[in-house]
């Protein structure tokens, strides 16, 4: 388990869900990973992110998929694309990332409270 931390401190991280507008293969990444495109809503609108996710998941089966995602990490320069936005998952029983989302129709933009 992590460090203990105040509720203020966890209100600072800003997740997100989204829906999954775009996606393709990253083969210039170190690690196989897939673009997103990801739509967070009028407020915060497109976003582009980077994840290693290719074990479980192909660029289409993640076309209008919902995904929680962290909007307010600085964004990261991978390779020659500019991920803006933390796409979240867990860690399979092998390592390979299961994607977070809702298990209810949620819209865009919404915050995880």
Known sequence: MA??????????????????????PFPEA???????????????GLKKSS?????HYTPESLVGRKVLGVVNFPPRQ??????EVLTLGFEDADGA?????????????R???
């Open 3 to 24: 460090e203990e931390i105040t509720y203020a401190d966890f209100e600072r991280v800003d997740i997100r869900v989204g829906t999954v507008v775009e996606a393709m």
């Open 51 to 55: 994840a290693q996710i290719t074990v």
């Open 111 to 113: 915050k995880l409270i």
């Open 97 to 109: 990332i299961v994607l977070a989302r809702p298990d209810q129709d949620v819209p865009n933009g």
């Open 78 to 83: 991978i390779g020659p694309f500019r991920s």
């Open 30 to 44: 170190r690690k196989p990973a897939i673009k997103l495109v990801i739509d967070f809503g009028p407020e915060i």
